[in-house]
T-cell receptor, first 116, second 111 residues
Framework: SAVISQKPSRDICQRGTSLTIQCQVD?????MFWYRQQPGQSLTLIAT?????????ESGFVIDKFPISRPNLTFSTLTVSNMSPEDSSIYLC?????????????FGEGSRLTVL | GEDVEQSLFLSVREGDSSVINCTYT??????LYWYKQEPGAGLQLLTY?????DMKQDQRLTVLLNKKDKHLSLRIADTQTGDSAIYFC???????????FGKGTKLSVKP
């Protein structure tokens, strides 16, 4: 399994501002994934962060709103831009298990954002 | 309806068995998963089952899969207060890293 650290663990933000969430993994991984968990909802994949190329976004998510960086194989950032109260969620970073495994994901502890 | 559905709450007494149920609509996934989320913590993979299996047992956990009915269940034997958490059912979403989750079942264990 991988150890995944996220910062900040929580924050309260003002409407219209942007916040960058950092994710650090203790081993090199090819892909990192960003999920969102809205209150009372299931987790939804935002995008896949690939090292050396642009992130791949899922339907309903766009780069202008959620820019992602992946400068190396152990680190990624997700920015939530121009925030509104609807962006209040837990944002989770994840990586896949060992190669050849059953596709399970390991998650960080999440970053809980509250937008006022 | 939702792709992966679960009941939202379950309450049991300590020492009893807990059964958390999940239904899904897309049966193409190779694996189905159960995750646990304790308060203030990230998701932890509890167990998974290969789609051509009917049952998988792992200590106090038993996973049952009924492919015909698209029904997955997680049974926790001798439930303890430490098992209080939200349990998420998930299936593979067809692309790498994409899991389709249910909304989670909050398990409360009463002493």
């Amino acid at each position: 399994s991988a150890v995944i650290s996220q910062k900040p663990s929580r924050d309260i933000c003002q409407r219209g501002t942007s916040l960058t969430i950092q994710c650090q993994v203790d081993s090199q991984v090819t892909m990192m994934f960003w999920y969102r968990q809205q209150p009372g909802q299931s987790l939804t994949l935002i995008a896949t962060a690939n090292q050396g190329s642009e992130a791949t976004y899922e339907s309903g998510f766009v780069i202008d709103k959620f820019p992602i960086s992946r400068p190396n194989l152990t680190f990624s950032t997700l920015t939530v831009s121009n925030m509104s109260p609807e962006d209040s969620s837990i944002y989770l970073c994840s990586v896949e298990g060992l190669a050849g495994g059953p596709g399970e994901l390991f998650f960080g502890e999440g970053s809980r954002l509250t937008v006022l | 309806g939702e792709d992966v559905e679960q009941s939202l709450f379950l309450s049991v007494r300590e020492g009893d068995s807990s059964v958390i149920n999940c239904t899904y609509t897309d049966s193409s996934s190779t694996y189905l998963y159960w995750y646990k989320q304790e308060p203030g913590a990230g998701l932890q993979l509890l167990t998974y089952i290969f789609s051509n299996m009917d049952m998988k047992q792992d200590q106090r956990l038993t996973v049952l899969l009924n492919k015909k009915d698209k029904h997955l269940s997680l049974r926790i034997a001798d439930t303890q207060t430490g098992d209080s958490a939200i349990y998420f059912c998930a299936r593979g979403g067809g692309s790498q890293g994409n899991l389709i989750f249910g909304k989670g079942t909050k398990l409360s264990v009463k002493p």
